[in-house]
């Protein structure tokens, strides 16, 4: 059998990519990576189960959404305890990270928002207050350095050396919850 057509890739693509963060981490390990359950299980510390029920419920999800229905969650029961915990552990890591960044103040984790924008909320925090503006300015208000420079009522240099700042305080934020989940699976990769 030949190729799937292009019309057929980006489509399955743009299923994959709706699917719930964690399933659909599981299912590329399963699928991209090659690994077998019980690897996935072990390197997520999830139960076997877990792996299992959310391959099989991509599948589902996905099936459904290239046949042009609605993807819904069939398996969140064999899922949500292992979702849980993993989501536990990304807040603790988060709130970890954001406590050697200066942020001492408990993340406010509210099961209806999400948790990567609450994490960036309290990164942004930890910016001094001049370094925060301009960088609101360039990437908001979308701004170059020298009009940040002359609404700042400041040099150019100082707004350059704001920028090099946050540039470098990126690196030390934390990572979204789908960047985590697989940094803690390619960690097991560089042990063994």
Not at 83 to 89: K, N
Request: aromatic letters at 6%; glycine letters at 4%.
């Amino acid at each position: 059998m030949g190729e799937p057509s292009h019309q057929l890739r980006a489509a399955y693509d743009a299923a994959v990519a709706r699917l719930p963060v964690v399933t659909r981490v599981i299912f590329l390990m399963h699928r991209v990576d090659d690994l077998s359950y019980a690897e996935i299980a072990c390197r997520l510390s999830v139960s076997n189960g877990a792996v299992q029920a959310c391959v099989a419920e991509a599948l589902g999800m996905i099936a459904a959404m290239l046949d042009g229905g609605v993807s819904k969650r069939w398996r969140n029961t064999d899922i949500a305890p292992a979702e849980s915990d993993l989501r536990r552990r990304y807040r603790a890591s988060c709130q970890e990270r954001l406590r050697a960044l200066g942020h001492s103040e408990p993340l406010a984790w509210d099961s209806g928002r999400d948790d990567d924008l609450i994490v960036n909320i309290a990164f942004l925090q930890t910016l001094p207050a001049p370094v925060l503006e301009t960088f609101l300015l360039n990437r908001v208000d979308g701004l170059s350095h020298r009009q940040i420079a002359r609404r700042m009522r400041t040099l150019t240099v100082v707004v350059r050396r704001r920028m090099l700042y946050v540039i470098r305080a990126l690196d030390r934020q934390p990572m979204t919850f789908e960047q985590w989940l697989r940094a803690g699976a390619l960690a097991k990769d560089l042990t063994t």
